[in-house]
């Protein structure tokens, strides 16, 4: 079992920053992948970006504008989101992929993020 928390999220203007946590415990050694999945009202949730392994992907959506990074000594991965835009304006929820497993089994509370204009 992992057990993820985020915290971060808030309110930001359009064109602003924020900065999203997501921590990990419990048989974190077994991890294969830690992401950030979004969802906003009325539309399907929405893969964001991965750390998989020592490797990082990202949804063309975000791409140039997120950064990913991730502390190992913590088990906690990094969402760092740059000229934010309304549209990303979602739920954010942290998952994580155990090896072994056949999909993302691990999912956090979710945080809030939205854009003002």
């Known amino acids: 079992q992992v057990q993820l928390v985020e915290s971060g999220g808030g309110n930001v203007q359009a064109g602003g920053s924020l900065r999203l946590s997501c921590a990990a415990s419990g048989r974190t050694f077994s991890m294969y992948a830690q992401g950030w999945f979004r969802q906003a009202p009325g539309k399907e949730r929405e893969f964001v970006g991965s750390w998989k392994r020592d490797r990082i992907e990202y949804a063309d959506s975000v791409k140039g504008r997120f950064t990913i990074s991730r502390d190992n000594a913590k088990d906690t991965v990094y969402l760092q989101m740059d000229n934010l835009k309304p549209e990303d304006a979602a739920v954010y929820y942290c998952?994580?992929?155990?090896?072994?497993?056949?999909?993302?089994?691990?999912w956090g509370q979710g945080t809030q993020v939205t854009v003002s204009s």
């Open positions: 998952a994580a992929y155990v090896y072994g497993d056949s999909a993302w089994s691990s």
